[in-house]
DNA sequence: ACCCAGGGTCATA
DNA sequence: TATGACCATGGG
């Protein structure tokens, strides 16, 4: 059923290419930047860090503060997040390295960075995934937002509901995780953005 | 002039 | 544990 559906937005969308990022931390930086913003803003704050040879963690916990968020201004909440860039850095600083190599078992390293705080479930994973290349099933609101409308999930079901759903009916591949969290967010910008359009949803039948 | 976007934390009850 | 306030820019 799931394998369906992922076929069907493979088809209609092609690969992705998922994460947009030269390096694992900048997709780290990514990851913390994009919370509830448009992934556009993002990027011009991503530049800004680029022009100013910023993409390293050291120089991220060295910076000045007040620096740092009048370069990632773009992206909203500039001061929240460049505290958390600085905390994720200072993580990075010390674990990255193992994380990388993946020396660590999954969950290990997922709770690990659930303690940082400006670091939850979606961004964690969307590291996790992306970054250190765990194969992990990212939850956004794109993929909340389908299942329910769709009635494959409760309303307010959990984000470990939601992730196990997935994790449980796909093989453990790394390159399928990535595409399918990528081509969810490709169908949830097009045809899912409203529900009168998801109703109409060209893949709606590949649920069943 | 609204509304939302690839969330997360904290205070309150 | 469960809501609500808050964070803030840029594009539609």
Known sequence: MLQ??????????????????????????????????????????????KKNKLIDAQKIISIDSEKLAELIRPSGYF?????????MADWWHKNAEIALAQQWELNHIREDLLKVKGIGE????????????????????????????????????????????????????????????????ALGKTFCKTSSQCENCCLKWHLN
Not at 18 to 32: K, L, M, Q, R, T
Not at 79 to 87: C, E, G, M
């Open 122 to 185: 979606e961004t964690a994973d969307s590291i996790l995934l992306y970054a250190f290349d765990y194969p992990t099933f990212v939850v956004d609101a794109y993929t909340r937002r389908f299942l329910v409308r769709h009635n494959v999930v409760h309303e307010k079901a959990s984000y470990t509901e939601i992730k196990y759903f997935f994790e449980n009916h796909l093989p453990h591949d790394l390159a399928v995780h990535r595409e399918f969290h990528a081509l969810i967010v």
């Open 79 to 87: 001061n929240l997040k460049a505290d958390r860039l600085k905390y």
């Open 4 to 49: 369906k559906f992922y076929d069907a937005l493979l088809v209609h969308f092609g690969h992705q290419n998922w994460w947009p990022g030269d390096s694992p931390f900048e997709i780290a930086i990514g990851a913390v930047l994009t919370q509830n913003t448009n992934w556009n803003n993002v990027e011009k704050a991503i530049n800004n860090l």
